[in-house]
């Protein structure tokens, strides 16, 4: 059964630092994965995907994610980060065309001054 | 501009109450999503539908009814058989046909027990 597995409920980083959150998935076919955050009582917004091509995707406000495919990971970066990524990360990933996301528990990223 | 739009923000339920919240898409998405969201679980799938009039019971379906009588509308009914309903409720559609098509979401309801 797929699955999507964030190690880390909660992370502090200093506002300046660089930034990794963790993601595996277990999924046997070619995956397609996302990355969605999440600020207090709102909706998620899509940060980027992944579906084919090269590894490593750009999405918006500066994220970047790396496909690995030996380590069955996708994990999100920002080298720099800023006070206002302070929200909560959720990877994704797809299955069948039409059905529903399977979605990791999240992770909280607090940013420190 | 296209999108998810839920209402209301805010829905108190009385005890023995049933309570429906408002889905609407313009995306013309065929594919809509209901979740539930705890501290700490996650997004958890109540119901989802692919089609019009019709529709598969998520992971926590128990106490929750949903009806899909046109394309752009996913109602989700809280009945009074489910005891725990407060939490954050996120309503989400895709366009379908492709896996690496992502979710769009509303901006959610909150629901509190008076």
């Known amino acids: 059964a797929q699955s999507v597995t964030q190690p880390d409920i909660h992370i502090t980083v200093s506002e300046g630092a660089s930034l990794e959150l963790r993601c595996n998935y277990s999924?046997?076919?070619?995956?397609?994965l996302f990355w969605y955050v999440q600020s207090p009582g709102q909706g998620l917004q899509l940060l980027l995907k992944?579906?084919?091509?090269?590894?490593l995707v750009q999405g918006i406000k500066g994220f970047e994610a790396e496909f690995k495919r030996s380590q069955s990971s996708f994990n999100l970066r920002k080298p720099s980060v800023h006070w206002s990524d302070a929200a909560e990360y959720f990877c994704?990933?797809?299955?069948?065309?039409?059905?529903?996301?399977?979605f990791g528990k999240g992770t909280t990223l607090s940013v420190s001054s | 501009d296209g999108g998810i739009t839920q209402s209301p923000k805010y829905l108190f339920r009385k005890e023995g109450q049933n309570v429906t919240l408002s889905c609407e898409q313009n995306?013309?998405?065929?594919?809509m999503y209901w979740y539930r969201q705890d501290p700490g679980q996650g997004l958890r799938l109540i119901y989802y539908?692919?089609?019009?009039?019709?529709?598969q019971k998520g992971d926590i379906a128990e106490g929750y009814s949903v009806s899909r009588e046109k394309k752009e509308s996913f109602p989700l009914t809280v009945t009074s058989a489910q005891k725990n309903p407060t939490a954050f409720y996120l309503c989400?559609?895709?366009?379908?046909?492709?896996?690496?098509?992502?979710?769009?979401f509303g901006d959610g309801t909150r629901l509190s027990i008076l």
């Open positions: 994704a990933v797809g299955a069948q065309a039409g059905t529903a996301l399977i």
């Open positions: 989400a559609s895709r366009k379908t046909g492709a896996q690496n098509q992502p979710q769009h």
């Open positions: 992944y579906f084919s091509g090269d590894t």
């Open positions: 539908s692919q089609i019009v009039n019709d529709f």
């Open positions: 995306l013309n998405h065929d594919a």
């Open positions: 999924y046997g076919a070619t995956p397609y």
